[in-house]
Nanobody, 126 residues
Framework: QVQLVESGGGLVQAGGSLRLSCAAS????????MAWFRQAPGKEREFVAG????????FYLNSVKGRFTISRDGLNNMMYLQMNSLKPEDTAVYYC???????????????????WGQGTQVTVSS
């Protein structure tokens, strides 16, 4: 059974940092697309950052470029999101997602991902 478990969310002041982690189990995803999404109250779930493979480059939502960094540890089936210079508009539930197919292009549409974590709340106060 595949499981994705996020951790690392919390309450932080504007300008602060948080590091989210996603632990995958049940299968390896080193050659699959994985991504971070977020969903704020009353808004659609949106792509934040993703990687096609664990050794690939990161792709980012424009509003987080230069502030967030995605990384993956293929050997340990982990994914991370380092979030710096946080802003109140970054407040949302952050989700880890993984695709079951071999990665060939970055996927930014939520429905294309088969596996999801339960989410972790990130709240940035002004």
């Amino acid at each position: 059974q595949v499981q994705l478990v996020e951790s690392g969310g919390g309450l932080v002041q504007a300008g602060g940092s948080l590091r989210l982690s996603c632990a995958a189990s049940g299968r390896t995803f080193s050659r699959n697309s994985m991504a971070w999404f977020r969903q704020a109250p009353g808004k659609e779930r949106e792509f934040v950052a993703g990687m096609i493979r664990s050794d690939g480059q990161g792709f980012y939502l424009n509003s987080v470029k230069g502030r967030f960094t995605i990384s993956r540890d293929g050997l340990n089936n982990m994914m991370y999101l380092q979030m710096n210079s946080l802003k109140p508009e970054d407040t949302a539930v952050y989700y880890c997602a993984a695709d079951s197919h071999l990665g060939s292009a970055i996927i930014t549409i939520p429905d294309e991902y088969e596996y999801w974590g339960q989410g972790t709340q990130v709240t940035v106060s002004s």
